[in-house]
């Protein structure tokens, strides 16, 4: 059973600096997606990565994907007040269900 | 070309009552999920409909049914409403062309349901 794990589950941080947010996985899967929430809003995609070593950049935003080591990770460059969101990662499993990290909120401090 | 759509956007209802939402999918897209995100919580999988018919299931009671149109819109309905089954409900759309599930699915603005 694909099982997913985000960390940190909370995050604060200052304007300008550089942070990393990992999202393991436990089985093999397909390709890993990256999704932005906003409070009370929807799931917006960020993100997907579908194979070993994949690098997608987005503005301050990065992702990567080690299928080896079953992990990918969301890098935060010199993070500005406009990212604050929760960020959830989602691998695919052999059914092809989305399976879910239980998000990480990030708050960026002015 | 316009997103996923859903509706209502918030409803209240009370315990033992019955709830529909609704969804269309994006154009161009012939799959629909459904998915139930709890306060603070990632989503969960309910059901994922193709072609009129259920093809996946998460982990959830018989009380959650859903159902596909010809025109690929989708209905969730829930029976015998808990205080528990209050949550965003995110229904997302998908191409399953050629038997593979399209590389994003795309997801409408949820409706939030409240059980009293």
């Known amino acids: 059973e694909l099982k997913v794990e985000q960390n940190p589950l909370f995050l604060s941080m200052q304007e300008g600096k550089n942070y990393t947010i990992y999202c393991n996985y436990s089985?093999?899967?397909?390709?890993l997606y990256w999704y932005r929430q906003d409070p009370g809003k929807s799931l917006e995609s960020l993100f997907v990565?579908?194979?070993n070593g994949a690098v997608k950049q987005e503005g301050r935003l990065m992702a990567s994907l080690d299928t080896k080591a079953r992990l990918s990770t969301l890098h935060i460059t010199a993070a500005v007040h406009d990212l604050s969101a929760t960020y959830f990662c989602?691998?695919?499993?052999?059914?092809?269900?989305?399976?879910w990290g239980a998000g990480t909120k990030l708050i960026i401090k002015p | 070309d316009a997103g996923v759509t859903q509706s209502p956007t918030h409803l209240i209802k009370t315990r033992g009552q019955q709830v529909t939402l609704r969804c269309s999918p994006k154009?161009?897209?012939?799959?629909v999920s459904w998915y139930q995100q709890a306060l603070g919580q990632g989503p969960q999988f309910i059901f994922q409909?193709?072609?009129?018919?259920?093809?996946q299931r998460g982990n959830f009671p018989d009380r959650f049914s859903g159902h596909q149109f010809p025109n690929y819109s989708s209905e969730l309905n829930v029976n015998a409403l808990l205080l528990g089954d209050s949550a965003l409900y995110l229904c997302?759309?998908?191409?399953?062309?050629?038997?593979?599930?399209?590389?994003?699915?795309?997801f409408g603005p949820g409706t939030r349901l409240l059980v009293l």
């Open positions: 997302a759309s998908s191409s399953l062309s050629s038997g593979r599930i399209s590389e994003t699915q795309y």
């Open positions: 990565l579908l194979s």
């Open positions: 989602a691998a695919v499993d052999s059914n092809y269900q989305l399976i």
């Open positions: 409909y193709y072609e009129e018919e259920e093809r």
């Open positions: 154009s161009g897209h012939d799959t």
């Open positions: 089985t093999t899967s397909d390709r």
